[in-house]
């Protein structure tokens, strides 16, 4: 799987692309520092429950790293999180909520605790390939609004 994982990423972004990885990278800590250094591309780390050995690896090499972190792309408020959530920041106004906590609900899960508009992206939802902002945004359009947007 490690493999798999690997190629696809190197198949899949480029040098100048920019990667947000949503927690839970390994169990082990070697693996942190055999695989990062391979990985193209600008990496944002949110981490998750599983990733002590990469926080240390993070802070043994001056990484920056977050809990959560709150992005906009083409005017498109996103909340970045390993763990998913009722409300987000703007959550009210339309913003997204990616995360991937759980590696068994699938992004097109009919559960009332996925529905709005946030998205589970971890990568075994996606064939082991990271998703893209343009995927990710297609898939939103078909999404209902969150419980608590504001309607005008």
């Known amino acids: ?21 949503l927690g839970d990278f390994c169990w082990h800590r070697a693996i942190p520092s055999r695989i990062i250094p391979r990985l193209p591309g600008k990496w944002y780390w949110i981490l998750g429950n599983h990733d002590k050995d990469l926080r240390k690896y993070l802070d043994k090499n001056n990484i920056e790293y977050y809990t959560l972190l ?15 959530m009722v409300s987000w920041n703007k959550s009210h106004f339309g913003a997204w909520q990616l995360y991937g ?6 992004h097109n899960s009919d559960n009332e605790m996925f529905n709005g508009p946030k998205l589970n992206v971890t990568v075994e939802n996606f064939d082991y390939y990271p998703i893209d902002y343009y995927s990710i945004k297609r898939i939103m359009e078909h999404r209902k609004d969150n419980w608590d947007k504001i309607r005008k």
Request: aromatic share 10%; net charge negative.
């Open 1 to 21: 799987m490690e493999s798999k994982i690997i190629d696809n990423i190197k198949n899949t972004v480029k040098t100048k692309d920019i990667v947000f990885f």
């Open 70 to 84: 709150d992005i906009e792309i083409d005017k498109q408020p996103i909340t970045l999180c390993h763990y998913p």
């Open 101 to 106: 906590h759980h590696h068994w609900a699938t």
